[in-house]
């Protein structure tokens, strides 16, 4: 292993028994939020929603999932400050706005460090419909992350009064069908996906970005054989303003002389990538690895 390879395992957190950038691949990246506290909950409507919410309806399908998981309700004006800072593109009032917005979560996740947010919906097959909270725990990975609360409601269109009635009866139900994967830990690492994981505060959604962006597998090396999943390791700057500069990557083992041109091009491909910039406006040094 190289000296470069080894210093970037020492500092990418959680990772000091790994061999190789693809044993960090496999892992968790870091969370949004820090998990840490009395868990408070966010309930999310969103805008195909059946119905026209009203307080004490809101207030009932909270409840359960409240008592179950131990949490306090994340008041309205805080979910609304969180918004605001977003749309500001701002992690404070007094911060200078960021090249792109942080997500509400992470906002959020500022005042209530052990955030959960619940995403309401029904589902119907003719007039039988069910109600379901898909609740994700911003500061918990792997299998610990999601959690599906159901509950049948009566015959006929859904209603407040329905479901004001049937929430109490809310109770786990496995994991939601349509969970989101990425960033989440895996057995092995699938062909012809990208894999990113970084030390950077609230990682998660970094790597999530470095994921989505086709620049990213755009570098993968062509005509290889099944499974040969190429890991990499990535020094890099994270501006004031979520600007990646002064990128060096390296690949790990140097198999294949192709490797250095990919390593050229995930350097170009992080460096144009925007980002969500740090928390405390500075400029922070960030290691990461990827897999591809």
Not at 78 to 86: H, S
Not at 246 to 254: D, L, N, S
Request: overall charge positive; some cysteine; charged content about 25%.
């Amino acid at each position: 292993m190289t000296r470069f390879a080894f210093v970037v395992l020492t500092l990418l957190a959680g990772t000091a028994s790994a061999q190789s950038p693809h044993d960090v691949c496999k892992g968790d990246s870091k969370t949004a939020v820090a998990g840490t506290g009395k868990p408070s909950i966010a309930m999310v409507y969103l805008e195909d929603f059946p119905v026209t919410t009203t307080g004490p309806m809101r207030n009932a399908v909270a409840a359960p999932i409240a008592k179950k998981e131990k949490a306090k309700i994340v008041p309205n004006v805080d979910t609304e400050a969180a918004k605001k800072l977003v749309d500001a593109k701002k992690w404070n009032e007094k911060s200078e706005a960021c090249g792109q917005a942080p997500s509400v979560i992470a906002a959020l996740g500022q005042k209530h460090p052990n955030l959960e947010t619940g995403t309401v919906t029904i589902t119907c097959d003719g007039d039988k419909c069910r109600l379901h909270v898909d609740l994700e725990r911003h500061g918990q990975l792997g299998a610990n992350r999601w959690a599906r609360y159901s509950v049948d409601l009566p015959p006929g269109k859904p209603t407040v009064a329905s479901i004001q009635k049937a929430a109490a009866k809310l109770a786990p139900n496995g994991v939601p069908p349509d969970a989101p994967k990425t960033g989440l830990a895996v057995a092995e690492l699938a062909d012809g996906t990208v894999t990113v994981r970084s030390d950077v505060d609230g990682s998660l959604e970094s790597d999530r970005i470095f994921e989505a962006n086709r620049a990213f597998a755009a570098c993968a090396i062509k005509g290889r054989k099944k499974h040969d999943v190429r890991g990499y390791w990535a020094e890099w700057k994270l501006g004031a303003k979520g600007n990646p500069f002064q990128a060096t990557v390296k690949a790990f083992g140097g198999r294949d002389p192709a490797d250095e041109k990919a390593a050229e091009c995930l350097a170009k491909a992080i460096e144009a990538t925007q980002l969500r910039c740090p928390r405390d406006g500075k400029v922070v040094t960030v290691k990461t690895a990827i897999c591809l």
